[in-house]
């Protein structure tokens, strides 16, 4: 086989984003999707891999910035649309394309890498670890009350067009980027990709709907979501599915949630890919019938595992060093002495004795502070040589709020 592995040139999208879809078992997109994916598709940072004129290999980065514990924003590569042609697997073309990559992400001086993972078990062989989370859940609104806190009868809610009110819900979400790690700060084009409503993917529901929270005046908070009616032998039966829920304050948004409890004729609420920690799980009166589930979210992969670690806080202060393992990107290699407080951090390579060994991939599922090292350590993912070291560094890595990614990419 010989292939040619290199950056994506412009005439060459659709073929390219054809792989893709067709590895993905050959979804259909609306023309608004596709013509939307290819406008913030960054060509200098994608690349494919051809056979013969065939392009049979995919995979891009997005230039984000994500929020890690303390608050910065850090530059982060978005990995996404990759894909190998069913003709060619098992000949190392992923394996090339991540290894292209990655080398890519350390020249731009991005100390991390990011993805979502449609198999995890094939991104942790590349030294990527889930580090955040998801809350799912399907909640009975017929036999679920809420209890709000004081302050919520002040909240105004009212129906808004989506695309009308879509600067000011962008508002309010920028606002809370920087107080929850793993959050992307949406660049230009980005707010677009939640008000996509194809016809397709509604599955009977309604159009996108919105409302937005409101108290003296300034909008504190918005929902978007889809109905979609339903009839049984009891009577209505709908389902409202909730796309994206924002709010700046206990009280906007406990109003939201009620709102979206009390939609007329509907009987079950759907969230998907909320924060684990989020508000309404403790307003319920029955969390049980609200059947919460957590899938994996956001895969971390430190690139340059000491710069990393230096533009992070730590909640409490650690002084540990960490020999880290990392095949696939040997620079990581070798022993780390970590000190840091809630003010700062540094890193830097040391002769001294480890006191925790661990992989990148730990490192990268430790980082945003929702997964602990002492976790990892129980089961036998990192080791502790030194007594002590590892509750230090577990409850330092930590994080007041559970980290988020807030939508796919």
Not at 182 to 203: F, H, I, K, Q, T
Not at 284 to 311: F, G, T, Y
Not at 367 to 388: F, I, K, N, T
Request: proline content about 4%.
């Amino acid at each position: 086989m010989t292939t040619e592995l290199r950056v994506l040139r412009q005439t060459e999208w659709d073929d390219w984003y054809g792989n893709l879809l067709r590895a993905f078992g050959g979804m259909e997109e609306s023309t608004e999707e596709r013509e939307l994916w290819k406008e913030l598709t960054e060509f200098d940072r994608s690349i494919g891999i051809w056979d013969e004129g065939s392009c049979v290999g995919t995979a891009g980065a997005f230039s984000f910035r994500l929020t890690v514990p303390g608050g910065a924003s850090v530059p982060a590569a978005g990995v996404t649309m990759v894909s190998v042609a069913g003709t060619h697997r098992r000949r190392g073309v992923l394996t090339s394309m991540m290894r292209r990559q990655l080398d890519d992400v350390r020249s731009w001086g991005e100390p991390l890498a990011v993805l979502t993972a449609s198999e995890p078990a094939i991104y942790s062989r590349f030294g990527y670890g889930a580090a955040t989370f998801q809350l799912g859940a399907e909640i009975d609104t017929s036999r679920v009350e809420l209890a709000v806190p004081d302050g919520t009868d002040d909240v105004r809610v009212r129906y808004a067009t989506p695309a009308d009110v879509l600067d000011a819900c962008e508002a309010v979400y920028a606002r809370l980027v920087p107080g929850r790690p793993g959050m992307l700060a949406r660049r230009p084009g980005w707010e677009r990709v939640g008000l996509l409503d194809p016809a397709s993917e509604r599955n009977g529901a309604s159009a996108l709907q919105c409302v937005i929270a409101e108290r003296d005046g300034e909008i504190t908070g918005y929902a978007r979501f889809r109905a979609k009616p339903g009839w049984g032998v009891g009577g209505h039966d709908g389902t409202v599915t909730v796309s994206a829920l924002a709010a700046l304050d206990p009280a906007t948004d406990a109003a939201l949630w009620r709102f979206l409890f009390g939609i007329d004729l509907m009987t079950t609420l759907a969230v998907h890919g909320r924060p684990v920690d989020e508000g309404w799980q403790h307003l319920v009166s029955d969390i049980r019938r609200c059947r919460p589930r957590l899938r994996d979210a956001l895969h971390v992969r430190l690139v340059d595992a000491a710069a990393a670690l230096e533009v992070r806080t730590y909640q409490t202060p650690v002084d540990v060093v960490f020999e880290v393992e990392d095949a696939f990107c040997p620079w990581n290699e070798g022993r780390w002495r970590l000190t840091g407080d809630a003010k700062g951090a540094a890193c830097a390579r040391t002769a001294d004795a480890a006191d925790l060994a661990l992989s990148v991939r730990e490192l990268g599922a430790a980082y945003l502070g929702g997964v602990s090292l002492a976790s990892l350590a129980a089961a036998g993912r990192v080791r502790e040589l030194r007594q002590g070291a590892l509750a230090e560094a577990s409850l330092a890595f930590g994080s007041a709020v559970a980290p988020w990614l807030p939508h796919g990419f």
